[in-house]
């Protein structure tokens, strides 16, 4: 059957590219402001895969509809979630947590799936759900600090929010699309509500330092090709409560990522948490 490895291999490399994501955002955002930064990186993306889709002759969405309920979801997942992320930290909330505060989406969707999609939830998976989002709070917990302001934290719970709607509202309304067509119908419409945004406050700022360069490629190519296309076959593959799941696995592989780069300590805390998170990840996966 099709099923093959690249499948059964997908959600963890999800995790481990989605987790890089973080380190890009170390090194590029203090060359750019958060959102030019992101409208940048959105424009090099639907450049790109209007030139793959067209040299592969790729499907379109077939109607109106379907490059609505596309559109929808890009907005979610991309312009709310990942400009929220970008600007809480760029506004002085630390990564851990933005990490912590996005970490809820997991019981969040488990809440919509069964109010939205009819998923069932069973006994285990809410325990599952519960010990995983233990399991991040003591991996950050070490980088918890003070000093922000509701100004830093509205906009990673805007994130929330966001990454948690669109995970439910693709699943529910266009599981299903073409992976570089689709890439283009979801960025399109994330670029102009991100350029309106970055064009009504004036504050269009981008220099072009290797650093930003580097993180900039490796986020169009890695995180906006690689991972986002195997985000949208796990949506259109399994569960939302399993794919939500996964997300509990981002900040402890962060966590690994950052001490390989930046020789940035792992306590005792942290890798029991990263224990238990996967414990938690395994019992919420049916």
Same mark, same amino acid.
């Given at each position: 059957?099709?099923?093959?490895?690249?499948?059964?291999?997908?959600?963890?490399?999800?995790?481990?590219?989605?987790?890089?994501?973080?380190?890009?955002?170390?090194?590029?955002?203090?060359?750019?402001?958060?959102?030019?930064?992101?409208?940048?990186?959105?424009?090099?993306?639907?450049?790109?895969?209007?030139?793959?889709?067209?040299?592969?002759?790729?499907?379109?969405?077939?109607?109106?509809?379907?490059?609505?309920?596309?559109?929808?979801?890009?907005?979610?997942?991309?312009?709310?979630?990942?400009?929220?992320?970008?600007?809480?930290?760029?506004?002085? #909330?630390?990564? +851990?947590?933005? $990490? @912590?505060?996005?970490?809820?989406?997991?019981?969040? *969707? =488990? !809440?919509?799936?069964?109010? /939205?999609?009819?998923?069932?939830?069973?006994?285990?998976?809410?325990?599952?759900?519960?010990?995983?989002?233990?399991?991040?709070?003591?991996?950050?917990?070490?980088?918890?600090?003070?000093?922000?302001?509701?100004?830093?934290?509205?906009?990673?719970?805007?994130?929330?929010?966001?990454?948690?709607?669109?995970?439910?509202?693709?699943?529910?309304?266009?599981?299903?699309?073409?992976?570089?067509?689709?890439?283009?119908?979801?960025?399109?419409?994330?670029?102009?509500?991100?350029?309106?945004?970055?064009?009504?406050?004036?504050?269009?700022?981008?220099?072009?330092?290797?650093?930003?360069?580097?993180?900039?490629?490796?986020?169009?190519?890695? #995180?906006?090709? +690689?991972?986002? $296309? @195997?985000?949208?076959?796990?949506?259109?593959?399994? *569960? =939302? !409560?399993?794919?939500?799941? /996964?997300?509990?696995?981002?900040?402890?592989?962060?966590?690994?990522?950052?001490?390989?780069?930046?020789?940035?300590?792992?306590?005792?805390?942290?890798?029991?948490?990263?224990?238990?998170?996967?414990?938690?990840?395994?019992?919420?996966?049916?």
């Amino acid at each position: 059957m099709s099923s093959s490895p690249v499948l059964r291999f997908a959600p963890l490399l999800f995790v481990i590219l989605w987790s890089t994501g973080f380190i890009g955002a170390k090194y590029g955002l203090p060359h750019a402001e958060p959102l030019s930064f992101l409208l940048v990186r959105y424009l090099l993306v639907v450049s790109l895969m209007t030139v793959i889709a067209l040299a592969m002759r790729a499907p379109w969405p077939k109607d109106g509809r379907q490059w609505f309920h596309i559109g929808v979801s890009g907005l979610l997942v991309h312009a709310i979630y990942l400009g929220g992320v970008f600007v809480s930290i760029s506004k002085g #909330l630390p990564a +851990g947590v933005a $990490s @912590l505060v996005v970490g809820i989406q997991p019981l969040l *969707t =488990a !809440v919509g799936a069964g109010w /939205l999609l009819n998923e069932a939830v069973l006994a285990r998976q809410w325990l599952g759900l519960v010990l995983g989002f233990v399991g991040v709070a003591m991996v950050v917990s070490g980088k918890i600090g003070s000093g922000f302001g509701l100004d830093a934290l509205w906009p990673a719970l805007a994130a929330l929010a966001g990454i948690t709607a669109g995970t439910l509202y693709q699943k529910r309304f266009c599981p299903s699309f073409d992976w570089r067509t689709g890439a283009i119908a979801q960025f399109l419409p994330t670029a102009v509500a991100t350029g309106i945004v970055v064009g009504l406050s004036d504050n269009f700022r981008v220099e072009w330092a290797p650093d930003f360069i580097f993180a900039l490629a490796w986020l169009v190519l890695v #995180l906006s090709l +690689g991972a986002i $296309s @195997l985000l949208n076959m796990l949506i259109r593959k399994g *569960t =939302a !409560v399993n794919l939500a799941s /996964l997300f509990y696995l981002v900040p402890p592989c962060t966590a690994l990522i950052a001490w390989f780069l930046f020789d940035e300590r792992l306590a005792g805390m942290a890798l029991a948490g990263m224990a238990l998170a996967v414990w938690g990840v395994y019992l919420a996966r049916k």
